[in-house]
């Protein structure tokens, strides 16, 4: 079994401040360590430009999941070509950090997680929407219902500055319970699964590309005790991330990016099911559970091109950080300060401040224009499919 390590709320958020600050730091060393490596990227980069037409740029991806969809089809369908970009994919096996300060990657599929490290000065900007849901939690213990439940229970996550621990965090503080009563464990791997079933854990969150498959070898034991395209699916939780020194270089890359993403997520929308097949055909998408990478697909609502929504979700999720009492030089701590008029809006400005660091729009650019089916993500909380379920 993979080493595991408890920490209290308390303690991760004092944990996750160094973690980040060490972060930033080791990017700064890194980013003039490769200085000849980046400059001679740059180069042969220029000169591809100069001789296709297309602009060069190495896209990102984790791999796995319906999650990163849209950049897949839009390699299969060359949306890329047609948008003027030269694709170059990478799987990401490193830090994305220091991946972007050396100028070693331009795009991907970024999270809230990825928002703290933007605090700190991560080159990252969030140009448009890509999908709601995405995280969960399970359980095989029949007292956890719900997020606020899980205090005074010991939790599994394999990401422990993730967002699913900022979200069952945030939740439970907003439906009354104390988050830093909750014990959390962090595995590596596919250990996660068997602790649960071994009693060594009482619940687990995660990605769904963890959690679902939990549910699924489960059946009869086990359950969710929360989904984010549920309780949280009104906002985004993932965004088309664009490297800022690329952006700030050629601003015109990020227009390029949203009206590559937004007809993949067009393609998608006009039969998901088709999506995530050819997908995992492609080898793109795992299929050892296709039941569950078909529902996803449906459940995500991949949507483009509503700043109102973009912006809405990205400061929700600010929100969530700071719910979770993680935002520890925010003027307000919803999680210690007492709450009233004043506070909020001094919190509600801040946030507004926070919005404007991560997000940079281009989901305006002509061709990524939104359809009446990819706009508005409350309107389209009707259509969404059910996820797989047993």
């Not at 170059?88 to 070693?104: K, R």
């Not at 015109?252 to 009206?259: E, N």
């Not at 929504?309 to 999680?335: H, M, Q, Y």
């Not at 990524?368 to 047993?390: H, S």
Request: with cysteine.
């Amino acid at each position: 079994m993979g080493e595991m390590r408890s920490m209290s709320r308390r303690s991760f958020a004092k944990a996750i401040g160094a973690a980040v600050a060490a972060g930033a730091m080791g990017v700064v060393g890194a980013g003039c360590s490769s200085g000849d490596q980046a400059s001679s990227a740059a180069s042969s980069h220029s000169a591809a430009t100069r001789e296709s037409g297309l602009t060069p740029l190495t896209i990102g991806y984790w791999g796995g999941s319906p999650c990163e969809l849209p950049m897949y089809v839009a390699k299969e369908q060359h949306y890329w070509e047609d948008a003027g970009i030269e694709p170059n994919f990478m799987l990401i096996t490193q830090d994305v950090s220091i991946l972007l300060a050396n100028n070693e990657i331009d795009v991907f599929e970024s999270t809230p997680g990825d928002f703290p490290a933007i605090y700190q000065g991560m080159p990252l900007k969030h140009v448009d929407t890509i999908h709601v849901g995405c995280w969960s939690g399970v359980t095989n213990d029949p007292e956890i219902k719900s997020c606020k439940d899980l205090v005074g229970k010991r939790v599994g996550t394999t990401m422990m500055n993730g967002p699913a621990y900022t979200e069952c965090v945030a939740l439970c503080a907003r439906e009354g319970g104390d988050p830093s009563q909750i014990q959390w464990i962090a595995y590596t791997g596919s250990t996660i699964e068997s602790a649960l079933m071994n009693g060594e854990i009482d619940a687990a969150c995660g990605s769904d590309a963890t959690t679902y498959p939990i549910r699924y070898n489960h059946p009869d034991e086990v359950d969710f005790f929360y989904t984010s395209a549920d309780e949280l699916g009104e906002f985004y939780c993932c965004f088309t991330g664009v490297n800022a020194n690329a952006l700030e270089k050629d601003p015109t890359i990020g227009d390029k990016v949203a009206t590559a993403m937004a007809r993949a997520i067009d393609y998608i929308n006009e039969d998901p099911e088709r999506a995530a097949n050819e997908s995992m055909e492609g080898g793109y998408m795992d299929s050892e559970y296709p039941e569950i990478q078909r529902g996803l697909t449906k459940n995500y609502l991949f949507g483009h091109g509503s700043e109102e929504d973009f912006r809405r979700s990205i400061k929700e999720r600010w929100r969530e950080l700071s719910d979770a009492g993680l935002l520890t030089e925010a003027p307000v701590n919803p999680f210690t300060d007492q709450m009233n008029d004043q506070t909020n809006k001094q919190l509600d400005e801040y946030l507004d401040g926070l919005v404007d660091m991560v997000a940079r729009w281009h989901g305006n650019a002509p061709e990524a224009a939104p359809t009446a089916d990819t706009a508005g993500v409350v309107v389209k909380l009707e259509q969404r499919g059910p996820a797989y379920t047993i």
